[in-house]
């Protein structure tokens, strides 16, 4: 009997992700190490200059210190880290910032409805590519980045070979690998976005192509499927937004929106053209029009049905950027209120561990019953390549550091040494490095539902083999980030990420 030599091949698996690290002992990283050796310093110091207790007493300070920082929780986090955050979201909460009020009655000054948080200070132009396609420009002056947001089409793994999807994986991979050599590219995102279908669009297409003389029977089979249809479908849609940096250069003064736009009108074709390659489907620049029409709906989901009866009719809602966040807002703890629904959002603290195939974010992605509106946005930050060797390098390093510093090293870190000296060998052979991350939002319209969105994410991320945590006290700015806007999350905090990267 002759056998399929495709049938007998293994399905191609992907994996090998690392998470930054440095070098320090007891899995403290570079600044505890450091910390614990001042520690050991100051010690011997008041032993020498005082009495026997005074050091017992330091020694005890410094090592309840040392103490949060090696206690960590499933995510990684320790209890400093954890009571920082406890403590940012009581002084905000004392302070107001976590209510906003927009609109003639609201509490800002010019009565428009102005997105909040981290997205105030966005302005919107509109401009036109060398195709002659208009295209959105999104300017924050916060970071002094542009951002551009490509819609597309994706075309499903429906019926579709295994090969070609192999074929589309492998064309992403060489699509984020070469976002490391666009100029000025800093932060990348994907967000796919599922929601309620109101069937408008169906509506139109069958009066607009029903002809006069149909049969009654033809015309009652259509008008059944006009009135059953929205009911349990939905739809789909994927947003790839693109930042750059506003100075050409280190140093440089920002660009203006005209200088910026000249500059991207001529490299937008070739983006949304490589894109089609990766199975993204047909892929469009996205107009302010459309931009302001998806931010208003994220933020008001009873505007949906409006806005698609409007485009139904053959009429255009006209919307302007100061015009599109939400009247009023409220974030908690652990949620987000925001006008008609209630949005949850949880990032990712840990990548699936081991292999996964190409297929292992499908159920994700997918509509879910339970949740009205889900969000999952791809946070990409690509590193250019006379950055990356010396990153590999350093993780290379730090990994065989903690693998030499016991006599029996863990497993765990036998097999770290190995997927850095992977990372490092096909770094050098030409692959790109590029920092993720994941952002998952779940919006319901009725707050009683909410406990059943959050055990149906929960559900999801266990079939993605990926590591969820709610973002609480920043449940705003999260929502914020989870949206087309190529908002770059490290820009907006405090503390540096140096400093983050080595606690």
């Known amino acids: 009997m002759a056998v399929d030599s495709r049938m007998s091949e293994a399905p191609r698996t992907y994996g090998n992700w690392r998470r930054p690290t440095s070098p320090g002992l007891l899995g403290l990283g570079t600044a505890g190490t450091g910390l614990m050796f001042i520690g050991l310093f100051v010690v011997l110091v008041v032993l020498m200059a005082s009495t026997l207790l005074a050091a017992l007493a330091t020694a005890a300070g410094f090592g309840a210190l040392l103490l949060l920082l090696v206690t960590k929780d499933s995510h990684g986090r320790n209890v400093l880290t954890r009571a920082s955050s406890r403590l940012a979201w009581l002084s905000a909460r004392s302070r107001g910032t976590h209510l906003y009020r927009s609109g003639p009655i609201g509490r800002t000054e010019w009565g428009t409805y102005q997105l909040p948080g981290i997205a105030a200070g966005t302005r919107l132009s509109e401009h036109r590519d060398s195709y002659g396609r208009p295209f959105a420009l999104l300017y924050t002056p916060a970071t002094r980045s542009y951002s551009v947001v490509i819609g597309t089409d994706p075309d499903g793994a429906a019926l579709v070979d295994q090969e070609q999807l192999d074929g589309w994986v492998a064309e992403w991979g060489h699509w984020l690998a070469n976002l490391s050599d666009e100029p000025g590219i800093e932060a990348a995102a994907v967000t796919i976005e599922t929601a309620p279908d109101s069937g408008s669009r169906l509506r139109r297409e069958v009066s607009l192509n029903t002809d006069e003389g149909a049969p009654e029977f033809s015309r009652a089979v259509l008008d059944e499927v006009v009135a059953r249809y929205p009911a349990g479908s939905s739809t789909v849609k994927a947003f790839v937004s693109l930042t750059f940096a506003a100075a050409a250069r280190a140093g440089a003064k920002p660009r203006k929106p005209e200088d910026m736009a000249r500059e991207l009108a001529s490299r937008i074709p070739g983006l949304t053209g490589s894109l089609q390659a990766t199975g993204a489907g047909a892929a469009h620049p996205m107009s302010a029009q459309e931009l302001c029409e998806t931010v208003r709906i994220a933020y008001d989901p009873a505007a949906a049905a409006l806005i698609d009866e409007a485009h139904a009719q053959g009429e255009l809602p006209e919307m302007l950027w100061p015009d599109v966040g939400p009247s009023a807002a409220e974030a908690t703890w652990e949620s987000y209120r925001h006008d008609s629904a209630r949005s949850v959002t949880w ?19 997918a509509p879910h019953r339970e ?41 765990r870190d036998s097999l770290g040494v190995r997927a850095a000296a992977a990372t490092a060998s ?48 920043s449940q705003d700015s999260a929502f914020a980030a989870a949206l087309p806007l190529g908002l770059i999350l490290s820009k907006h905090v405090s503390v540096p990420a140096e400093l983050r990267d080595k606690l």
Do not use: C, H, W
């Open 371 to 411: 949740i009205a509106r889900k969000r999952v946005t791809l946070l990409y930050r690509p590193i250019d390549s006379a950055r990356a060797a010396a990153l590999v390098e350093a993780d290379l390093r730090s990994a065989e550091f903690r693998a030499s510093a016991s006599r029996k090293p863990a497993a």
């Open 426 to 473: 096909e770094e050098a052979s030409g692959a790109g490095l590029v920092n993720f991350g994941l952002l998952v939002t779940a919006t319901v319209t009725d707050p009683s539902k909410e406990a059943d969105a959050r055990a149906a994410v929960d559900n999801l991320s266990a079939t993605a083999r990926l590591k969820l945590r709610p973002v609480y006290g």
């Open 347 to 365: 990032s990712m603290t840990g990548a699936p561990r081991g292999n996964v195939q190409s297929g292992v974010l499908a159920r994700l992605l």
